[in-house]
């Protein structure tokens, strides 16, 4: 299901990182106290770009923009990219940061698709950019597709083979 697409290289992937640290930092700089949200999709191994990639995220999108409707919050700037990396988006939004997290934090959760969801909440803290952790409102941290345990140990440990979780999500 997530073998065949687009790889890109490691370079590539950290080159992204770096863009999208500029660009969210270009994007504080010109929505003071604005929430910002960078939304991509978690999905283990090399393949990060095809058509049903694109769809999940697409369907991604349309839950976060549903989500932000019900509280009224209003987005104020979109930039959707289609990268080699994946696809990612950009929505400013004229709220709290801390609401917006939690409206997102909970759209992980309640949405079959959002444990693939990987929806950071960013903002300027006095020059800084800040992001939102789950913990900060309440939320337990992410949990591995395949034994429930903490994903980031899992993920750091390479403790499943990308076939089991890939095998995991297709369930």
């Known amino acids: 299901m997530f073998s065949e697409g687009i790889q890109p290289t490691l370079e590539e992937v950290l080159e992204t990182r770096e863009m999208r640290a500029g660009f969210e930092k270009r994007l504080s700089e010109k929505y003071p106290g604005d929430a910002i949200i960078s939304f991509k999709l978690n999905i283990p191994?090399?393949?990060?770009?095809?058509?049903?990639?694109?769809?999940?995220?697409?369907?991604?999108?349309?839950?976060?923009?549903a989500a932000l409707s019900r509280k009224e919050f209003e987005i104020r700037y979109e930039k959707e990219l289609n990268l080699r990396t994946g696809p990612e988006i950009f929505l400013v939004v004229k709220a709290q940061p801390i609401e917006v997290k939690t409206e997102m934090a909970n759209l992980e959760e309640e949405t079959p698709l959002g444990r693939l969801y990987d929806i950071d909440v960013v903002y300027d803290d006095e020059g800084k950019m800040e992001s939102i952790d789950r913990?900060?409102?309440?939320?337990?941290?992410?949990?591995?597709?395949?034994?429930?345990?903490?994903?980031?140990?899992?993920?750091?440990?390479?403790?499943?083979?990308?076939?089991d979780m890939h095998d995991k999500i297709e369930e």
């Open 45 to 65: 191994g090399p393949v990060k770009n095809s058509d049903l990639i694109k769809r999940i995220f697409d369907l991604g999108t349309i839950d976060i923009k």
């Open 135 to 163: 913990s900060k409102i309440g939320f337990q941290k992410r949990t591995c597709f395949v034994c429930e345990k903490d994903a980031k140990v899992c993920g750091r440990s390479r403790a499943h083979s990308i076939s």
